[in-house]
């Protein structure tokens, strides 16, 4: 029996059909690659052959690289020289397109001589979020045929668009009224031969003129945007430079780009935050075990939180019943639901006349838990204490019917404490979703002591469906992203105390790439909430941990940050973004003079050091206790929680890629300092003393 191709050839009249059937997404794997340079080679043999349409079989066109070959050695045929012999071909070929043609696969249609999309099509060239730039001819025949300045906004963003812009633009020659991708080819390409059409290649079409103020302006906006990343401004430079000379120099040149970004910090790290996402989900105790049907969800509580989250699950399809103390907060909860969802409409990420149907069909807002009776998962949200949420859970203990899943959205709380209180702790799992629930990703899954399985897996189902990254994470005080918050939150404020200010840090973090510094951050959330958690914690405090006093202070003079117009910073309308407090350095000298602390002055190179060191510390404390299973989970918890930046690819990888013994050994020297704080993880001790990385944890190499 013959191995199966991906690539079928198949001639019908005068009209050949190259289907590419490469399931899940028709990824250019080198054997659909070698595919496509036998058929075109077929087609330039076939007497009878007058014009070729390529398409796809399943629910996408070709969806970009084949990512099990991410890392490897290239194996020929090389995708640029596949698509420069479609280009080169002497009879026309028509790229009919559907799905998402993303990378490689629009590349290969740029190739084609004409291009037809389904309606619901998108397009886009993504390889800047990998740190990468289109490597097979993207950065030359995009430019030829929609013009400079949208070509570079495609390729610096990787942003993708659908098919009536790329009709708009030129990069199509036809919106398709067809459903199905080989029939509305096999349109166009009869109506091109009755018309007597040719090939028409964009690499002989004129390059655009090339401003050069235009570009600088473009080149400084983009560095702003870009912020420490190398290949949006790389694919900048290679578009214009490339443009500047005949076709294959360009092509050339695009290619020595690609292969320097290739060799890159950036592009590793952004592939390891790729694949990281990916193994995220992966739950090996849970192959063969099946989620729970969730059609209905409730929700217990109608602050921004479980508005956020109802949006999120009306968006998904689920049925919501939001559950408030009494009428009055319903209905003001459900208006709160009714205006995210109009700013959805708004930003063109949901329809109309969805909203309504949304709003009107699949939720209610109520003031009664006998509405949840058919629930077949609840959601509570209400607020951090822990008395509140036990009295919760045990009415849905006698309230759910046997089954339904019971959830809690606790930032740090217990999770065996609240299960127990259900009465069914094999139901009950956290469920740690972050503000605002209806923008923000990520889904900390919190599996208790007693949590069956299945529940476990109806979560990460629920996460899919909610389009959340749904991480697992074991129960402690913060569980992963809070309690590595506090670790290096702690650090920062220890920095104040003892010489630094808050604008000094936030400058020194931002620098490293993060979007905001902790004072910054403090300020956006509000100065009480980490009053609040310091509160909480009083009680099991130690006699030699530092308290930032500062913190207290600020929240007891009413200064609660943006809310309040006051925090670290001041914020009124003519800097509403925020200034430093000139006040700010009197009061800290006078507190470190109360304290009896001889201020020092800290580099942002030392800064950003005890940052990070306190940062991976803790990441390693918890991958060695168990609450995450593999550094990778950890990265995608600070990647889309915290505002780590994604190019270095999440702090367990930046700290590899540094060297475990350098950071070891910083933590040792700041230890001289504080001997309490600054204690190393034995994990990390054990790791750096043998040269191995906490990516070693992952396979299970480190000898625990």
Not at 253 to 277: I, K, N, S, Y
Not at 375 to 384: G, K, Q
Not at 528 to 548: F, L, M
Request: net charge negative; charged share 25%.
């Amino acid at each position: 029996m013959s191995e199966r191709t991906p690539v079928s050839y198949l001639r019908e009249g005068a009209v050949a059909f190259i289907e590419i059937d490469n399931p899940p997404v028709n990824a250019l794997s080198a054997a659909v690659r070698q595919g496509l340079a036998d058929a075109v080679a077929r087609l330039a043999d076939d007497p009878d052959a007058r014009i070729a349409v390529l398409f796809c079989a399943g629910r996408t066109f070709i969806a970009g690289a084949d990512i099990s070959e991410f890392g490897k050695p290239p194996v020929p045929p090389f995708l640029p020289d596949v698509i420069a012999m479609i280009e080169a071909s002497e009879k026309p070929v028509v790229a009919a397109l559907h799905g998402t043609v993303l990378g490689g696969g629009l590349e290969v249609a740029l190739g084609a001589h004409h291009r037809v999309a389904l309606p619901g099509t998108r397009m886009g060239l993504p390889e800047v979020t990998l740190g990468l730039l289109p490597g097979a001819g993207g950065t030359q025949r995009l430019p030829r045929a929609i013009g400079l300045e949208a070509a570079i906004d495609l390729i610096t963003s990787g942003r993708q668009i659908g098919a009536e812009e790329a009709l708009t633009l030129g990069l199509i020659d036809a919106l398709a009224k067809d459903t199905d991708a080989r029939a509305a080819g096999d349109a166009a390409a009869r109506r091109l031969l009755a018309e007597g059409r040719g090939p028409r290649r964009l690499s002989e079409a004129d390059a655009p003129t090339v401003p050069s103020a235009g570009v600088e302006a473009l080149r400084s906006t983009l560095a702003r945007s870009a912020r420490g990343q190398v290949a949006p401004l790389r694919a900048l430079d290679t578009i214009v430079e490339g443009l500047a000379m005949p076709f294959a120099e360009g092509m050339a040149h695009e290619r020595r780009a690609f292969m320097d970004l290739m060799q890159t910090p950036e592009r590793a790290g952004l592939v390891h935050a790729f694949f990281a996402e990916r193994r995220a989900a992966q739950q090996d105790d849970l192959t063969g075990v099946s989620p729970r049907r969730v059609d209905r969800i409730g929700i217990i509580g109608g602050g921004t939180m479980g508005q956020g989250i109802a949006a999120a699950a009306l968006t998904a399809g689920l049925d919501v019943t939001l559950v408030e103390r009494d009428d009055a907060a319903a209905d003001k909860a459900a208006a709160g639901i009714g205006r995210m969802l109009e700013g959805a409409v708004k930003r063109g990420k949901l329809a109309a006349d969805a909203r309504e149907r949304m709003l009107g069909q699949s939720f209610r807002a109520v003031a009664s838990y006998d509405t949840l009776a058919d629930a077949d998962l609840v959601i509570e949200a209400v607020f951090e204490n822990l008395e509140a949420k036990q009295e919760v859970f045990r009415t849905l203990g006698r309230v759910c019917r046997p089954g339904a899943v019971l959830a809690t959205n606790t930032s740090y709380l217990d999770v065996n404490l609240i299960a127990e209180a259900s009465g069914r702790p094999q139901d009950v799992i956290g469920l740690h979703f972050f503000s605002p629930a209806n923008v923000m990703r990520l889904l900390e899954i919190v599996v208790a002591d007693r949590t069956a399985p299945d529940v476990v897996a109806t979560a990460f189902a629920l996460a899919r469906r909610m389009n959340k990254i749904g991480v697992r994470s074991g129960v402690c005080d913060g569980f992963i992203g809070n309690r590595m918050m506090l670790a290096y939150r702690t650090a920062a404020d220890h920095m104040v105390l003892d010489g630094a200010s808050p604008y000094e840090i936030d400058q020194a973090i931002v620098a490293l790439g993060f979007p905001m510094g902790p004072y910054q951050v403090g300020d956006l959330a509000g100065l009480d909430i980490g009053h609040a958690t310091r509160q909480r914690k009083a009680p099991t405090r130690e006699p030699r941990e530092r308290v930032p006093v500062f913190a207290d202070r600020l929240v007891e003079a009413g200064r609660l940050g943006r809310k309040t117009g006051r925090g670290y910073y001041i914020y009124d309308d003519q800097t509403p973004q925020g200034r430093p407090d000139p006040e700010m350095a009197g009061a800290l000298d006078g507190l470190r003079s109360e304290l009896g602390i001889a201020p020092r002055r800290f580099a942002p190179e030392d800064i950003q050091a005890r940052y990070m060191a306190a940062m991976v510390n803790e990441g390693a404390k918890i991958l060695d206790e168990g609450i995450a299973a593999r550094a990778s989970d950890i990265d995608v918890v600070l990647l889309h929680g915290y505002g780590f930046p994604r190019w270095k690819g999440g702090p367990m990888h930046w700290a590899d890629a540094q060297g475990l013994d350098r950071i070891a050994a910083d933590i040792a020297r700041f230890a001289q300092d504080d001997p309490y704080f600054w204690q190393v993880s034995p994990l990390l001790a054990r790791l750096a003393a043998k040269g191995g990385t906490l990516a070693d944890v992952n396979t299970g190499k480190d000898a625990t």
